[in-house]
């Protein structure tokens, strides 16, 4: 499926909601996610890890009764100190060693609460990574579908959590296939209601990519980390 | 990046004209907290009422002496109706002839619109024939126990039969003696209690022409506990006040107040269905103003009921007195705005993959 049509489809999802009438709220948040990067470039060759990092995101929804969407943009940069993870580039594969890669994520997403506390949502996800050595970059996006709910504690506290993986195609800027991906994430958390209009959380957000590119090599790694965040929501 | 900028600009544009569209779409009501007025659930019409308080009787023979709530009830009732129920068409009536209330429901029943909510309230003297069984309302020109000079029941029955015909849902309270009298006929218990959406929907799509009265076939008292309202106001007030859900069934208004009615004074107040006037076992709902105070400590959440002092309660006009504001006695509320925290969608940071 090309990025223009999951884009449609997304963007399908969205209109159709728009019969709908019910409360609606809008909300702006930041998040900080102190993540390190960890992963394994394959076929025996080298591992690599990165504590020196994080990312900041910044996100804007909209939910509607039970419909909800938003966007999330998050990005940040991480030092390899020995070994990093390996660019494979359809001009061949090339090892790095002190490299300091750019990590971004961002997300288009729509859910639903089919059940009272459950949801199900699709997200149309883009995942990109830039070396800052050689100015090479490559993007893995997707549509990607996942579950959320909440339980809450009292008036002040909920958990909540999602899961959900996303399928899609490596691709360089020029839009040159290099293979396929997966990956999946896992959120557990907690909210604190601070007033009527602000929250914060806070929780561990576990990511892992499996990359296989079409030459045959393989990566894996995984994003994981505490959080901490700030919505402000309006109502209306 | 060039991904990234790209679907950043298509994704800002979606959601943009998603925020401004569905924004403009949201004069409905479904389940919406409001603002400011009410619609028919599910449907979109008008939530209209009459209001009448006789508290002053004109009475040479001295058969009815002046009531102390009666107009104090109305007002009250009128009050919560348009600031906490979204009702926008509210008339009220204060010591109204035999004239002044036929007149008022003749109008009422030509603004009524085919899927309008209309509530009408009267709080007063009311009489009962113990010859014919006929029960009656007394307008303040009645004369002695002239009956002619009353409203009959089945003039009531008549007037709001046309009302009913006319609208979607209609609901008669009655706070006056004997005014079981009017459901002797068609009586029916409470349903079932049913908080899900479906239910709202199924009760509100059918027809419905519901009564409540103060009590059966026997006098009811006046002025509970100096309270300014006469005790089946003073609790039908306190229910409307503690309700913190966005939507509440006359079933369930009756239920409750039948109960605490009857648990506090010799009183027991009836609930039932108009025979003959269509009703299809439908639901008059009430929609209760922003409802949800997330964010705010239960313990901290009072409730207002308003209560006019007894000694402004000589009132002899036809029209509110603006000046003459009912004073606000801070109550407890009986259970937390968000108590349920079950029942409130919080607001959750979006899931991300």
Redesign the interface.
């Known amino acids: 499926m090309s990025?223009n049509k999951k884009?449609y489809i997304?963007?399908l999802i969205?209109?159709l909601?728009?019969?709908?009438?019910?409360?609606?709220?809008?909300?702006l948040?930041v998040?900080l996610n102190g993540s390190g990067w960890s992963g394994d470039n394959g076929q025996g060759s080298s591992s690599f890890s990165s504590d020196k990092g994080g990312q900041f995101g910044m996100?804007?929804?909209?939910?509607?009764?039970?419909f909800?969407?938003?966007?999330?943009?998050?990005g940040g940069e991480y030092q390899f100190d020995k070994t990093g993870p390996e660019q494979f580039s359809s001009t061949g594969n090339l090892p790095t060693q002190s490299v300091k890669v750019k990590h971004?994520?961002?997300?288009?997403?729509a859910?639903y609460?089919f059940w009272?506390?459950v949801s199900l949502?699709v997200?149309?996800?883009?995942v990109?990574s830039?070396w800052l050595n050689n100015d090479y970059?490559q993007?893995f996006?997707g549509l990607?579908f996942?579950v959320?709910g909440?339980h809450?504690?009292?008036?002040k506290w909920?958990l909540?959590g999602?899961w959900?993986?996303?399928g899609g195609k490596i691709?360089e800027?020029d839009k040159t296939e290099l293979g396929d991906g997966v990956?999946?994430?896992l959120?557990v958390?907690a909210?604190y209601?601070?007033?009527?209009?602000?929250?914060i959380?806070m929780g561990l957000k576990v990511?892992n990519y499996t990359f296989d590119y079409d030459d045959g090599s393989e990566q894996e790694y995984s994003l994981n980390g505490l959080f901490a965040?700030y919505?402000h929501?309006f109502s209306? | 990046m060039k991904y990234f900028n790209q679907l950043t600009l298509l994704s800002v544009l979606i959601l943009v004209s998603f925020f401004q569209l569905s924004h403009a779409q949201s004069r409905g009501i479904g389940l919406v907290t409001q603002t400011a007025e009410s619609r028919t659930p599910f449907k979109g019409g008008y939530y209209r009422a009459l209001v009448i308080g006789n508290s002053v009787y004109r009475d040479k023979i001295g058969e009815w002496p002046s009531l102390k709530t009666a107009v104090s009830d109305a007002r009250a009732i009128s009050n919560i109706l348009s600031t906490q129920y979204g009702f926008s068409d509210v008339e009220t009536l204060e010591n109204a002839t035999r004239r002044d209330v036929l007149k008022a429901l003749d109008g009422l029943s030509r603004r009524a619109l085919p899927d309008d909510n209309i509530l009408v309230y009267y709080a007063g003297h009311g009489f009962l024939d113990d010859d014919s069984s006929r029960g009656y309302w007394v307008p303040v020109d009645a004369e002695g126990t002239d009956s002619s000079t009353f409203l009959r029941n089945s003039t009531i029955r008549d007037e709001l039969n046309l009302i009913a015909t006319r609208s979607k849902h209609t609901l008669l309270i009655s706070d006056s003696c004997f005014s079981g009298t009017l459901l002797r006929q068609g009586t029916r218990g409470i349903r079932q209690q049913d908080d899900s959406e479906k239910y709202y929907k199924k009760v509100s799509d059918k027809k419905s022409v519901q009564i409540i009265t103060a009590g059966g076939v026997e006098f009811v008292d006046d002025n509970y506990q100096s309270s300014g309202h006469s005790p089946f106001t003073y609790f039908l007030l306190s229910e409307l006040k503690n309700n913190d859900r966005k939507m509440l069934t006359v079933s369930e208004l009756s239920g409750n107040v039948i109960k605490t009615v009857a648990n506090n004074v010799q009183q027991v107040p009836e609930a039932g269905v108009l025979q003959g006037a269509g009703d299809e076992l439908g639901e008059f709902i009430f929609i209760r103003l922003n409802v949800l105070v997330e964010g705010v400590d239960p313990k901290k959440v009072k409730v207002d009921v308003n209560v006019l002092p007894a000694e402004n309660n000589t009132v002899n006009s036809s029209k509110p007195d603006d000046l003459m504001m009912p004073e606000v006695l801070q109550l407890e509320q009986k259970k937390p705005a968000h108590a349920d925290v079950n029942a409130v969608k919080p607001h959750l940071p979006m899931p991300t993959l």
């Open positions: 990025i884009i997304g963007g969205v209109l909601s728009f019969s709908v009438q019910a409360q609606q709220n809008l909300s948040g998040v996100s804007i929804s909209y939910s509607m009764n039970k909800y969407t938003g966007l999330s943009i998050q971004s994520d961002f997300d288009l997403l859910g609460y009272p506390k949502f997200d149309l996800k883009a990109g830039r970059e993007n996006s990607g996942g959320s909440y809450p504690l009292n008036e909920t909540y999602s959900g993986f996303v691709r800027t990956s999946n994430a959120i958390g909210n209601t601070l007033s009527k209009n602000d929250r959380s990511r965040g919505n929501v209306f």
